[in-house]
C-alpha cells in the first residue's frame, strides 16, 4: 500500500460526500491551502501538490497559472475571513458531511508535501479536526498512517499522487 492508496481514495470520498451534502468541492482547496499556508508561505513543493490535488479531484490536468490563480484566491480568502475561522468553517463543513477523517488524510499529505508536519501545520490540523469531531486520539492514528506512507520523502508523496492509481482503500488498517 502506498499514500496514493490512501490519499486518492479519500479525495474521492471526500467529493462524493459534498455532492450528497449539497456542497461544491471547494473546501477541498481551502483544506490543502489552509495547511500549506500556515507558516505564512505556500511554497513550491506545496503548491505542487495542491496541483496534484486539485487535478485528481477536477479529473485534469491544470496548468501552473490555474493552480497558483486558486491558491491564490484562497490565500485571500483565508486572509480576509482569517485562519481559524476557516479553519473551523472548512472542519465543519467535514463533520456536516460525515468527512472529517478523509479531509484529513488529504490535510496531512499536503503538510508531508514540502519539509513534513510542522507545528504551524499541526495547529491547523487540530482546528480543522476539532470542528470537524475527529478525535485527538483518531487524528494521532490519520497522523501516523500517513507519515508512514510518506516515508520522509516529499518528491515521492506528489509522484505517488500524480501517477494517477486510485486503488481503494479503507483508512483503519
Known amino acids: 500500500m502506498s499514500l496514493l492508496d490512501v490519499v486518492g481514495p479519500a479525495i474521492e470520498r471526500l ?3 459534498f ?3 449539497g456542497y461544491n468541492p471547494t473546501p477541498i482547496i ?5 495547511v500549506a499556508n500556515a507558516d505564512g508561505e505556500v511554497d513550491e513543493r506545496e503548491r505542487g501538490m495542491l496541483s496534484d490535488i486539485f487535478a485528481t479531484l477536477l479529473g485534469t490536468t491544470l496548468s501552473t497559472e ?3 490563480a486558486l491558491v491564490t484566491a484562497s490565500v485571500e480568502v483565508i486572509q480576509q475571513a482569517g485562519a ?3 479553519a473551523r468553517l472548512v472542519g465543519t463543513i467535514l463533520h456536516d458531511c ?8 488529504v490535510a496531512l499529505a499536503v503538510a508531508f508535501a514540502s519539509e ?3 507545528a504551524a501545520e499541526q495547529k491547523v490540523v487540530d482546528r480543522i479536526a476539532d470542528a470537524a469531531g475527529v478525535s485527538k486520539m483518531r487524528l494521532g492514528e490519520l497522523t501516523s498512517r500517513v507519515r508512514k506512507y510518506s516515508d520522509g520523502n516529499p518528491v ?7 501517477s494517477g492509481s486510485h486503488a481503494k482503500a479503507e483508512l483503519s488498517e
Open 98 to 105: 460525515d468527512a472529517g477523517e478523509d479531509g484529513l488524510v
Open 30 to 34: 481551502d483544506l490543502g491551502v489552509l
Open 66 to 68: 490555474v493552480v497558483d
Open 84 to 86: 481559524e475561522p476557516r
Open 116 to 118: 513534513g508536519l510542522s
Open 156 to 162: 515521492s508523496v506528489r509522484n505517488l499522487l500524480a
Open 15 to 17: 467529493c462524493e460526500a
Open 19 to 21: 455532492a450528497r451534502g
